[in-house]
């Protein structure tokens, strides 16, 4: 693979979420957003590693649409593209910043590596 992440530290996660010097955050076009909330259907075809932590009491995405999505992955064939990771807390993505990080240092050495985490 020709994607390179790199070694990130707490304070470089902190740093790409600083509002001046981090990374740039946009405004999605309305139109497109609602043609994908209307649309859009995950079909679970991964071709690269996919790594994704949910909290599992989380009220406005509820936990069960990771096991939709494992479900549309293993359907797909490409289980072997996917690992999920939960945290058990309430509130839409309440992850710590090392969660995130234990999540990305998973998905950097998996790709880095092969070595499926």
Sequence with gaps: SDVLYPALTPAKFAALNDPVTGV????????ALNYYERNYQPDGAISFPVVT???LRDPAIPFEHENIY???VAAAGRSDWLV???VNRWGHCTMN???VLDAFTALEGWVRTGVRP
């Design 53 to 55: 932590l949910h909290t």
């Design 84 to 86: 999920q990771r939960s």
């Design 24 to 31: 740039a955050r946009y405004d999605a076009d309305r139109a």
């Design 70 to 72: 494992a479900g549309l």
């Design 97 to 99: 910043t090392t969660e």
